[in-house]
């Protein structure tokens, strides 16, 4: 009885909690199509007039011809969006996270081929990710060969991690032209309004009124945005199926059998090289589709596909063929605008749908903006990018941000080709080329994915590789030949921010080496004995360094020059580490250096490229809570890392949760709630500042005792931060592109970047730089 009651109890709570689930993913669903989808679904404004912007296709257009375009643009948007973004790599997220740099942060967890500088301290997390899956004996044997391969040679890892910055590059190039593009296409709606010679005149400055307007209103963030947008969306979507509905059944509703893709053949085969070279311009039906990955950080793989396969994907495919079936009715090509989007809707609606197509657009030159933003915050946690003012703009969507100086440099290049082209031909050229390279990236790195973390068959990767890199391979070439025509701006573009990646990831690597080769071994500061051979002065002091190991050379440069150092000595290392997210219980890594009684500890704190660090005082808080916990529960009682490049027996304990820290205030530590049962406190007798709460029946002997107090009076006298200021020189006789890439294209990034984001929130009455000169 009592287990039928507990299954009968037990039957509506899990239904409940399956329409819970639905509902919130329909609800992000619904949120998706203003942040997502507003590229894609804008694509219908300029594929077929890119498509027919051919000479030799306009000239010979026929019902042949609009249907092979149009067997074209459906298989493509069947295969390329549906089947291999949305129902394929979806599934390759890396933690939740989607996008090209995501791709390469999850093979190089499970190959360790990552190139970022002192990268050892996430080992543990990489065997946390575990390496699932079951694949044949004689399929094991090439993935181990495979993965021993990349381990290995270094120049394959430099390629990888090349190739993974080329589709970053070209990402943000993307960011660069689709707003120019679906801007301007929304705004051409104008031409059939006015006379022909006067429109040029009018649709350029409001097409630059509008792009300004759109990344002035960055800084608001895209949470109020994507509420914003969704509806409009939403009735864009609609808008679009039902003229496409009634073009099919008024004009031409045969237009389904271009469904074929006996079409496409007849397509190829009647225009040959000018239907080859219209593949730029068929290819931007897919535009957007990258986004759906981008973002998934933003949204679940549940709600992205159910937005896509139930609205999205109809709405598009009803648009094209309402638009074909309007187009092979009137073979009038004098004029390009005639080719257009807006001269298939009646004129009766024009105007309403004009309002909405721009409306349209803006939202999804908003979607790629902010994934061009989480790219760049990718890359730039990762030592790949200059720092950057990175702002959260919600407070419950870690995932949106808003950087400043990218925004405005994002702005003035979308003026830049706007003015420069005056037209969607050259523009589109130019989108089709960054949209098509992001694509082969990402079939090549899946493939990748499919075998070394999905475990699967490698033949079945190479399937993978073989059919939807054949596919991109041809529309690559097509975007390639139009190179003159205005795709070599994606070209110069990512040229440009690879040449400031790779100089940038150059420094940082050189720059730690630097730190590791000049160390101070512990053996050193342990033979200055107990006193350190200088004053102990109250406080913590907080000693940043890049080195998970060892003493930072700047440390002795300090103590020479300074005989007086605080009674706590911290050496902190903040690390990005290539995983979206660090759970809170593998944040700090803690270990002491030398014995108890020099107060010196090592403090690793690891953030994942997608986590956002807590201001200075939570974070001071937390360090020093799990400083507490680490000598409450002693060196032994946790699982420890250990440092086998001093051979000191050092030791990094991880701490799950620090002992709660309350404050004069009365706060406790946000991460470490009040227990009912702690009701053992350790107060300073002087001043009642702070004091840790230890919990009920704790063990503490009066050595442990004594040095949580010792910790608390420091806390309490306060905290200083000692921050190295390098200066990066190339050796002499060292090579003219070595001292060109150190002495003045590294150093002018850094001189022009901003610092790490831990150094932005402390406070300058409390930091104090030490200035060296490194020789790389």
Known sequence: MDLEGAHGAGAPDKQRRRRESWGSSLLLAYQSLGVVYGEVATSPLYVYKSAFAGDDIQHSAGNEEIYGVLSFVFWTLTLISLVKYVLIVLRADDGGEGGTFALYSLICRHVRAGLLPGSGTDDELIAAAGRKGGAGRHDARAMSRLRALLERYRVLQRLLLLFALLGTCMVIGDGVLTPAVSVYSAVSGLELSMEHEHHKY???????????????????????????????????????????????????????????????????????????????????????????????????????????????????VLAYMGQAAYISQHHSFENSYRIGFYVSVPEILRWPVLVIAILAAVAGSQAVITGTFSIIKQCSSLSCFPGVKIVHTSSTVHGQIYIPEINWILMVLCLAVTLGFRNTKQLANAQGLAVITVMLVTTCLMSLVIVLCWNKSIFLALGFLLFFGTIEVLYFSASLVKFHEGAWVPVTLAFIFMIVMCVWHYGTIKKY????????????LLNLGPSLGIVRVRGIGLIHTELVSGIPAIFSHFVTNLPAFHQVLVFLCV??????????????????????????????????????????????????????????????????????????????????????????????????????????????????????????????????????????????????????????????????????????????????????????????????????????
């Open 202 to 316: 009018v649709l350029l400055p409001v097409t630059c009124a509008i792009i300004i307007g759109l990344f002035a209103l960055q800084h608001y963030g895209t949470h109020r945005v994507g509420f914003l947008f969704a509806p409009i969306v939403c009735i864009w979507l609609l808008c679009i199926s039902v003229i496409g509905v009634y073009n099919i059944f008024h004009w031409n509703h045969h237009v389904y059998r271009a469904l074929s893709p006996y079409y496409m053949y007849q397509f190829l085969k009647k225009t040959q090289t000018g239907g080859w070279m219209s593949l730029g311009g068929i290819l931007l039906c897919v535009t957007g589709s990258e986004a759906m990955y981008a973002d998934l950080g933003h949204f679940s793989q549940s709600s992205i596909k159910i937005a896509f396969i139930s609205v999205v994907y109809p709405a598009l």
């Open 513 to 524: 080496e630097f730190d590791f080769q000049n160390k101070v071994s512990v053996n050193w």
């Open 575 to 776: 690390k990005s580490v290539p995983v979206p997210h660090v759970q809170p219980e593998e944040r700090f890594l803690v270990g002491r250096i030398g014995p108890k009684e020099y107060r010196l500890y090592r403090v690793i704190v690891r953030y994942g490229y997608r986590d956002v660090q807590k201001d200075d005082l939570e974070f001071e808080k937390d360090l020093v809570s799990s400083i507490a916990e680490f000598i409450r529960s002693g060196d032994s009682d946790h699982n420890g890392v250990s440092d086998d490049t001093e051979r000191s027996g050092e030791k990094l304990s991880s701490i799950s949760n620090g002992i709660p820290l309350w404050e004069e205030n009365g706060e406790v530590d946000a991460s470490a709630s009040p227990r009912k049962e702690a009701n053992t406190q350790i107060i300073s007798p002087n001043r009642k500042k702070a004091r840790f709460v230890l919990p009920k029946n704790a063990q503490v002997d009066s050595e442990v005792r004594r040095e949580l107090q010792e910790l608390m009076d420091a806390r309490e006298a306060g905290m200083s931060f000692i921050l190295g200021h390098s200066y990066m020189k190339a050796k002499s006789g060292s090579s003219f592109i070595k001292r060109i890439v150190i002495n003045f294209f590294y150093e002018f990034l850094r001189r022009n970047s901003r610092g790490p984001t831990y150094a932005a929130t402390i406070p300058h009455a409390s930091t104090l730089e030490v200035g060296m000169v490194y020789q790389v």
